[in-house]
């Protein structure tokens, strides 16, 4: 038998692709050849490859690494000059290392994230590593959030790595402001974007795609009215609205006025319905005008925004010589039309308002960027108070792509017609309070002065509303507002002995920094375990974590995420909610719970029905569908939906080991 078995490993040797024969003639290729070949392959594979051997180890053409790099990667952090990289010869850049170098992050990242996800501790410090990242972290995560709906720990999983791409958004929205605070020159659409970084999950588009997307209707807006610039400046400016409201962008109506998406510029650019409020329609005409070299800015009028045009110098707005030192100026409102509103129209209304007549120029002043972020910011913060209804709750947006916007290949996948944002109203008042605090320049810092001045009075009420829902930005309040509370910028045309700096005063800075050292050491802490078995007074608690109810009284569901054997709220509490007078009272079980409009509350167990159980307490053996509000913010507390137990699977464990 042994020849028959030489033989056969003759055959093997003969037929496998790495076989010396197939080697020595893969070798013998020229070299254009062999770059084309291994150009098929994938970078995990083209590494392995070259490892093989020293021959193909020289393989380094560097229009390879590039390609792998523009594939692989669609998000890179300014640092790299990834766009003026692309401009300069292959052969003159390390594209390679750079390849490599983001690899070895995305390693690094990933483990980081696994930790987050089947860790309870530790979890602020962690995701501050991955934010610190930025861009360079956002290609991976997206990737760990695409997991197969079949993870075990898929709920898990897409919390936790919404939780780090909120906090990467978030890192992102606030160094533009920082940086127009600090007096750079930041695009209006890149600060107004920083909006959706905060209010959305998964934004249409990011900063750099909004201003991609502008860029695209400016050149669309040229090749469709090729004699534009044969107008004077006066019909361009007209024409310039009458073809946006041509496209779709006519603001929006009375009844749908108040919804959150229509204050945020890249779903309004994405949406085939352009609806916006009037800042933000007058915000995306300023950006198309200055891309089209019209001077055009916003003009801070009253209750509705309006877009200043300024004649080019020498001339008058009819293209007439000028030589006027006063630059003639119009008033336009693109969230209504295209009609000039005269001086004296815009004056009669100041004065049906009550405004005095002295102050009707400084109303029909342009306002600067960072003015324009505070006064959308105090847009933002209301919009609760007309849907109040939706400020716990998650809102899906299906945003129907502007025909467009399908053109634009830079974000939507695979061309589709449709892109699923998730908007959360609840994180409007708190985007507005940090654009209110960081936007404002230096040398117009007054309103950030009232605000800190506003916070150092009601600090504790600051921190309570900072509590509940974004903890884990603890890094960002170290970072950007615990500075401001210290010590403000003066006004610097005061002085000193005139206006002092303002700053917190010692009680103040003392109770903040010990509020967030109780942060730090309760991320840093295990958490101490319940156990139902070998311990007495827990053989009362009748439901486990993960079961699914209905309250008996408001008729919300919810899912349990604790326990308590008795209530253990504060006296002040339990007078409120009269938990006295229950029937039960105050000594029997309380459950903390995840409600479906995705509050967190804690609900006495008389009140708790399961959904998901037969007569006899058993489980439903069949598919159950949970709403969607409830599903994504499970994931805080659980691994999985069990559809044939009908109740979530538990990544509490350390906490809840019996549950």
Known sequence: MEPRIEDDRAEIDDDGILGQQARAQLLTLPQEILEAIVSYLDVKSLLAVQQSCQRLLLLDNPLLWRRHCRQEYQYWHSTHNFDELLKAPAAEQPWRELLATRKKLDHTISETMENIISLPVRRISRLQVVANEVEDAKDVLLKMHDCSNDALDVLARRYWVNEALGSVERMIALQ???????????????????????????????????????????????????????????????????????????????????????????VVLCDATHQSIPIVSVAIYCCLARRLGMDVQPCGFPGHVLAIVTAPLGYNLDGEFSSDTIREVMYLDPFSNSDELTVAQLRAQLTDMGAPPARHAQFMQPMSTDQMIIRIAE?????????????????????????????????????????????????????????????PRQDTAMLRRAVIGEIGENLNLFLQAFEPDFRLDMPLITRYIIPLLSRLPRN???????????????????????????????????????????????????????????????????????????????????????????????????????????????????NIELVYSNSNGGYVDAPVVIPKGLEKLAGRWFKRWDKNRGRFVSNITEEYPDD
């Open 379 to 439: 847009n933002i913060s209301h919009l609760p108070r007309h849907n109040p209804a939706a400020l716990r709750s998650i809102l899906p947006v299906l945003v129907s792509a502007a025909p467009e916007a399908l053109q634009f290949h830079g974000h939507y996948a695979d061309a589709t017609s449709a892109l699923q944002t998730t908007l959360y109203p609840n994180r409007a008042a708190y985007a507005a309070g940090w654009a209110k605090l960081i936007a």
């Open 492 to 606: 610097p045309n005061a002085d000193e002995a005139e206006e002092p700096a303002i700053q917190l005063d010692q009680a103040g800075q003392d109770f903040l920094n010990d509020y967030m050292r109780h942060i730090v050491q309760e991320d840093n802490t295990s958490p101490d375990p319940s156990p139902r078995f070998g311990v007495p007074e827990t053989n009362q608690v009748r439901y486990r974590i993960g079961q699914v109810f209905r309250h008996g009284r408001y008729n919300y569901l919810g899912a349990i995420t604790g326990w308590d054997t008795q209530c253990r709220a504060s006296a002040e509490w339990m007078r409120q909610m009269n938990v006295d007078n229950l029937s039960q009272g105050r000594a029997q079980c309380f459950y903390h719970i995840v409600a479906d409009d995705g509050s967190t509350r804690y609900v006495a167990e008389e």
């Open 176 to 266: 533009e402001w920082k940086n127009l605070s600090d007096g750079q020159d930041v695009p209006l659409e890149r600060a107004l974007g920083a909006f959706d970084l905060f209010i959305c999950e998964r934004p249409p588009e990011s900063l750099d795609q909004i201003t991609a997307h502008l860029d695209m209707l400016a050149e669309l807006f040229v090749t469709n009215n090729p004699g534009q610039h044969d107008l004077t400046p006066r019909k361009r400016a007209c024409t310039l609205i009458t073809w946006m409201r041509s496209c779709g962008f006519r603001g929006t109506s009375q009844d749908t006025y108040y919804r959150t998406q229509n204050s945020l510029i890249s």
